[in-house]
């Protein structure tokens, strides 16, 4: 079974830019989950979905960040117009119906790079 | 808001047993958790606990969880050099099961 992909692995943009962020989770999981770490800090929950609803989106950090789930299948996180603060790790996990207070299956992340 | 605390480097001998620390302050946490993630790769859980659980034993690794002290710990037994990875103590958040992570243990194994 595929685990949760994310895509692209690295992404280096310029102050001002544009960058779109994917997760897959794994098929069949209603429940979907953002995260990211920036350097040295804790890993913060963003916003969560249950199929194609936000069920809490409490983490973003400003209206600069959209999360969008089409279909409840896969996920894209936009950022609009990127900061430097925004650099970081972003993180996806995913878990079956009803299954968001056990394991969570994360992916490898994305590591943007905010120039 | 909840907050979850750990040290952030671990220096272990191969064969000797690593113990990570944690402290968390909400006590209404249900579950907590132990990521492990190695370098490139995402999260992976290693184990977790109920919040009315004290201990948990699986393998080579030992989860110890004090409630009154808000104290959570990871044991591992006979450490080897592929245990070498940043470790997540982690706990449940909001009603809808977002996590809260602390700051992560980078656990180096020396032969």
């Known amino acids: 079974e595929a685990g949760v992909t994310q895509f692209p692995s690295h992404s280096v943009i310029e102050k001002g830019q544009t960058v779109t962020l994917r997760c897959d989770p794994i098929s069949g999981h209603d429940n979907l989950y953002w995260y990211r770490r920036v350097m040295g800090k804790e890993i913060k929950f963003l916003l969560h979905?249950?199929?194609?609803?936000?069920?809490?989106e409490s983490g973003m950090p400003n209206n600069r960040f959209l999360a969008e789930r089409t279909g409840g299948t896969y996920s894209t996180l936009k950022v609009q117009p990127a900061e430097l603060e925004d650099s970081g790790v972003y993180f996806c996990?995913?878990?079956?119906?009803?299954?968001?207070?056990?394991?969570?299956?994360f992916g490898p992340g994305t590591r943007l790079t905010v120039l | 808001g909840e907050d979850v605390e750990q040290s952030l480097f671990l220096s272990v001998r191969e064969g000797d047993s690593s113990v990570i620390n944690c402290t968390y302050t909400d006590s209404s946490s249900t579950y907590l958790y132990w990521y492990k993630q190695e370098p490139g790769a995402g999260l992976q859980l290693l184990t977790y606990i109920f919040s009315n659980m004290d201990m948990k034993q699986d393998q080579r690794l030992t989860v110890l969880l004090n409630k009154k002290d808000k104290h959570l710990s990871l044991r591992i037994a006979d450490t080897q050099t592929g245990d070498s990875a940043i470790y997540f103590c982690?706990?449940?958040?909001?009603?809808?099961?977002?996590?809260?992570f602390g700051k992560g243990t980078k656990l180096s194994v020396k032969p």
């Open positions: 996990a995913s878990s079956p119906p009803g299954g968001g207070r056990l394991e969570q299956f």
């Open positions: 979905f249950v199929k194609e609803s936000k069920q809490d």
């Open positions: 982690a706990v449940s958040g909001g009603s809808q099961g977002n996590l809260i």
